[in-house]
């Protein structure tokens, strides 16, 4: 008796046969969530595109980008909160910097 895929569990498939054509698509959580793509551009693009332009890496570009994200999702999310993590990122953002001149 082969036991290798005893402990593997098979995903049930969803029924694609009695779909309603009234259900709305579902927000896309993990690839393209709501809160980072208000607008003409999405979120992830924008952080490129400035950490490129300004040459930013390692961890301040990661500080940059935070900082970013959390501005731009803040209407859309966690309102406050998300400030605060955007100006906790942007003073970790300007230690780094200050350690560099």
Same mark, same amino acid.
């Given at each position: 008796? $082969? @036991?290798?895929?005893?402990?593997? !569990?098979?995903?049930?498939?969803? $029924?694609? %046969? %009695?779909?309603? /054509?009234?259900?709305?698509?579902?927000? =896309?959580?993990? @690839?393209?969530?709501?809160?980072?793509?208000?607008?003409?551009? #999405? &979120?992830?693009?924008?952080? !490129?595109?400035?950490? $490129?332009? *300004? /040459?930013? #890496?390692?961890?301040?570009?990661? &500080?940059?980008? @935070?900082?970013?994200?959390?501005?731009?999702? &803040?209407?859309?999310? %966690?309102?406050?909160? $998300?400030?605060?993590?955007?100006?906790?990122? *942007?003073? #970790? *953002? *300007?230690?780094?910097?200050? !350690? =560099?001149?």
């Amino acid at each position: 008796m $082969d @036991n290798s895929n005893m402990f593997i !569990k098979k995903a049930k498939m969803p $029924d694609t %046969n %009695n779909k309603s /054509h009234t259900e709305e698509p579902k927000e =896309d959580m993990v @690839n393209h969530p709501p809160h980072y793509t208000q607008g003409e551009i #999405e &979120c992830i693009e924008a952080i !490129k595109y400035i950490n $490129d332009k *300004l /040459h930013t #890496e390692g961890y301040e570009g990661y &500080c940059l980008g @935070n900082f970013i994200k959390y501005i731009w999702r &803040c209407n859309f999310k %966690n309102g406050w909160e $998300d400030i605060d993590k955007a100006i906790f990122y *942007l003073n #970790e *953002l *300007l230690t780094e910097q200050v !350690k =560099d001149d």
